[in-house]
Structures are given as C-alpha cells and as structure tokens.
C-alpha cells in the first residue's frame, strides 16, 4: 500500500494522467475533497461538510479527520490516514491536507 497527499487546493483537473489506476483514484479522491456536503443533486451527504469551517480551530482540528473518512467512503481504494490544515494568508481561506493509502493490489 502506497500513500500520497492530496489537498482542497483549486487545480485544473488532469484528464490526460487518469489513465492508470492510482492517478485515477487520486483525482477521485481530490474531487471528493473539493465537493461540499449538499451541493450535489439527489446525493445530498456527499461531499465535505462546510459548516466546519465555523467552529472553532480546536473542535475543527478534532472533526477534520472523521468528516474526511465519511468523505472519502465514496472511494472503496483509499482510506485517510491522516490530515492537516492551514489558514492561507492571503484570503483566510483553509488549505486542507490529506494523506490517502492506496491498495494498489486492486486493481
């Protein structure tokens, strides 16, 4: 099992890469990230939960990596293994990291 770092930063999305198995589940993976709860139509639970941004840097740092599992649970390869975050200086926005384990047997 390998395991590589994704983050919530805004990138254009790689459709010339996706075509090995662990490019593919990255940008799964970082899709799911980028996704927040309740945007998508008639799946209303996928997709990260904005409302932790409000809550205090203690109870966020405590939540940030159960809501990132629930997350991720749309992505049978990869499991989270661990997570950060920082506050980015210029607009105050939260750059989240992951750290994601793929079994590459899967495939």
């Keep these: 099992m390998a395991q590589y770092e994704i983050t919530n930063e805004a990138l254009p999305i790689d459709f010339e890469g996706n075509s090995d198995f662990v490019n593919r589940t990255l940008q799964n ?7 927040r ?4 139509p008639y799946d209303r639970q996928r997709g990260f939960d904005p409302t932790l941004f409000d809550l205090p840097p203690e109870e966020f740092e405590a939540a940030l990596l159960p809501e990132l599992d629930r997350v991720m649970l749309w992505e049978p390869d990869a499991e989270v293994v661990s997570a950060s975050y920082e506050y980015t200086d210029e ?7 992951c750290i994601v ?3 590459e047997d899967e495939e």
């Design 37 to 40: 709860r309740g945007e998508i």
């Design 91 to 97: 607009d105050g926005e939260v750059l989240i990291s």
């Design 101 to 103: 384990e793929i079994n």
């Design 29 to 35: 993976c970082k899709n799911l990230l980028m996704c």
